[in-house]
């Protein structure tokens, strides 16, 4: 994410791009969304630019750069239903710096990587130097062919095309490989929560075999599965921030039949229903 200037107010955002680092096919997908199509608001508020969303996000929090990041996260997470779980933002100063860092990687660059990260006038992420030398060196070690700079389409009203994308990356992940029987249950009474909850688990390369409402509704989010340890429950419970979790011979007190008929259930609760919405 790159805005005008860290000190400027209010804040101008410049561009945001959308980067996946897939490392079970060795590649690297850039997308360059642009920053004045209307994306959907989190919390079913519309839709608005992400420049405009930027700013809406930064309001009447103490930390407005933060507050716009993790707004145009969860933007972006619904448009391509894939979690973003971390973030770069930088000063337009700085932008063809990282544009050639994520195009090129370049280990050498780690010195001016150190360099960077002791100044909070001109970038900001919540990777450490480890989790960018991890990335930097993945990008390096790739023939220039598998840094992909892809165009998103100019009809942002179909999310198909983005599953689509997203479930060729994650065709041969951990989680399809462990071919778990996942249910989806919306344990609240925000219409679509449990939709978009499986879209987000195809998406990991889930396979959902229910979507359906709760019984009664749950103040708390909880996965209840049959092998807590597997890589799919490790990775769910990450991605969708749910750290409540219960082995299949220990939840009788949920009276939800989806439990008997599969592996893994996940119950959206009010507590988590405002990191998807």
Not at 96 to 122: I, P, Q
Not at 248 to 274: A, L, P
Request: aromatic content about 10%; proline content about 2%; hydrophobic content about 40%.
């Amino acid at each position: 994410i790159v805005v005008e200037n860290f000190r400027s107010d209010p804040l101008v955002l410049k561009k945001v791009n959308y980067i996946i680092f897939d490392k079970d096919t060795k590649k690297v997908l850039l997308y360059d969304l642009p920053i004045d199509n209307n994306y959907e608001l989190p919390g079913k508020f519309g839709k608005e630019g992400l420049s405009k969303m930027f700013a809406l996000g930064g309001l009447n929090s103490d930390d407005t750069l933060e507050a716009g990041v993790e707004t145009i996260n969860r933007s972006i997470t619904k448009l391509f239903g894939f979690k973003v779980d971390k973030f770069v933002l930088v000063s337009e100063e700085e932008q063809s710096f990282f544009d050639n860092l994520w195009n090129k990687g370049g280990v050498f660059n780690l010195v001016r990587m150190v360099k960077y990260t002791n100044f909070d006038n001109s970038f900001i992420s919540n990777m450490n130097l480890k989790d960018l030398y991890s990335l930097i060196s993945f990008i390096d070690s790739l023939p220039r062919d598998r840094v992909i700079k892809d165009t998103a389409p100019l009809c942002y009203c179909d999310t198909q095309y983005f599953d689509d994308l997203i479930r060729e990356v994650t065709l041969e992940s951990e989680v399809a490989q462990e071919k778990k029987d996942i249910a989806v249950l919306n344990g609240t009474n925000i219409s679509g929560l449990a939709n978009f909850g499986a879209r987000l688990v195809r998406n990991l390369g889930g396979r959902v075999i229910a979507i359906n409402n709760t019984e009664r509704f749950y103040d708390n989010s909880f996965i209840v599965a049959d092998d807590i340890n597997s890589q799919t429950v490790e990775l769910l419970s990450r991605v969708l921030r749910i750290n409540n979790i219960i082995m299949k011979s220990k939840s009788h007190s949920f009276m939800e039949n989806e439990i008997d008929r599969s592996d893994i259930v996940i119950i959206f609760g009010f507590d988590t229903s405002g990191d998807l919405y």
